[in-house]
């Protein structure tokens, strides 16, 4: 089965080395009831029980293993495919890199947008279960009128944890449960080995470009788990507004100079804008850095850093990248 991850691993692998980019508290161990779950298939709800499932938005109690799902969220959808559950509907306008497969088979239903779910459509479909997260959060409680619905919404300010335990859960709705506790474990390793890397690397910022303009995030945040796990210092100090960061100037990026500058492409996460992200940095206040001058500007995978953001499959190409990386400028 192609999943995201083995797309965006495909896509890295196929990309010149000379502009390679970074692609992107658990809730207990593997109990062998666990184990015996992960073999089950993921049908057959009589078979299973009720779940009770709490999420960001409350507790929902599902009759069984849900057959048919709807998903609002490329992140919980990321684990999904990795894990082996099928997946019947998700917002087909736009599908982001590695999700194009899955937006064009025929057999999966569209179901609006991340934004604006089409209600009409998913009452005649009547899923066993809708996922919504993060942008998609604000439609719950229409959702959860037509269907059970669960929001597995991050927490920036705990990103790995909350991911984990998002992972867990998936993985407990469908009867894998061994299967995302290795996803978890995967990712602790990963995040330890990485951390160990980065000490004594450099600082770090991270910048979004969009329209031309930047903003900068730092730990804490959205973003992060660059500094917050994986060991980065952070090159300045930075004031996030909501979603869209701190608003920065050249100059800003200039006089703090950083060793490292990580680049996230909203315009190319979103398809909009005409000026890619190397385009908005390239200009003689950057590139007077020791970033640009060490060559330690990278531009990261905007599927698993903007459009995804958490989710343990997109934090783990995050991680695996950053180590390459590391790896390559060391």
């Known amino acids: 089965m192609t999943t995201v991850r083995s797309t965006l691993r495909a896509a890295r692998l196929a990309a010149p080395a000379a502009v390679a980019a970074l692609v992107l508290a658990a809730c207990g161990g593997t109990s062998d009831a666990g184990e015996a779950a992960s073999s089950e298939p993921t049908g057959s709800a009589s078979a299973s029980g009720p779940i009770t499932v709490e999420h960001a938005q409350g507790?929902?109690?599902?009759?069984?293993?849900?057959?048919?799902?709807?998903?609002?969220?490329?992140?919980?959808?990321?684990?999904?495919?990795?894990?082996?559950?099928?997946?019947?509907?998700?917002?087909?306008?736009?599908?982001?890199?590695?999700?194009?497969?899955?937006?064009?088979?025929?057999?999966?239903?569209?179901?609006?947008?991340?934004?604006?779910?089409?209600?009409?459509?998913?009452?005649?479909?009547?899923?066993?279960?809708?996922?919504?997260?993060?942008?998609?959060?604000?439609?719950?409680?229409?959702?959860?009128?037509?269907?059970?619905?669960?929001?597995?919404?991050?927490?920036?300010?705990?990103?790995?944890?909350?991911?984990?335990?998002?992972?867990?859960?998936?993985?407990?709705?469908?009867?894998?449960?061994?299967?995302?506790?290795?996803?978890?474990?995967?990712?602790?390793?990963?995040?330890?080995?990485?951390?160990?890397?980065?000490?004594?690397a450099g600082d770090a910022l991270i910048v979004l470009t969009s329209g031309g303009k930047v903003t900068a995030y730092g730990p804490g945040g959205r973003f992060g788990f660059l500094h917050d796990q994986l060991g980065f210092a952070p090159a300045a100090e930075v004031t996030e507004e909501a979603q869209h960061g701190q608003a920065i100037s050249f100059e800003f990026i200039a006089e703090n100079d950083p060793e490292w500058i990580f680049v996230i492409d909203r315009d190319a996460a979103t398809g909009e804008g005409s000026e890619a992200a190397e385009q908005v940095m390239d200009n003689e206040l950057v590139n007077q850095t020791k970033a640009a001058q060490d060559d330690r500007i990278v531009y990261v995978d905007p599927t698993s850093w903007y459009i995804m953001g958490g989710g343990v499959v997109a934090l783990q190409q995050i991680a695996d990248d950053v180590s390459a990386v590391l790896d390559e400028k060391a």
């Open 59 to 200: 507790s929902t109690e599902l009759e069984g293993t849900p057959e048919k799902v709807f998903v609002f969220d490329f992140a919980a959808a990321a684990v999904m495919q990795e894990i082996g559950v099928e997946i019947d509907g998700i917002p087909k306008n736009n599908p982001p890199a590695g999700f194009e497969d899955l937006a064009a088979d025929e057999d999966v239903v569209d179901v609006g947008t991340l934004f604006e779910p089409d209600y009409e459509t998913i009452a005649a479909e009547a899923p066993d279960l809708i996922v919504v997260a993060g942008r998609s959060a604000a439609a719950y409680p229409e959702l959860e009128k037509i269907a059970p619905t669960v929001d597995l919404s991050n927490d920036w300010a705990d990103n790995v944890a909350s991911s984990e335990e998002n992972a867990l859960k998936i993985g407990k709705i469908f009867g894998k449960t061994h299967e995302a506790q290795q996803l978890v474990d995967e990712l602790d390793a990963s995040v330890a080995e990485v951390a160990g890397k980065a000490e004594g």
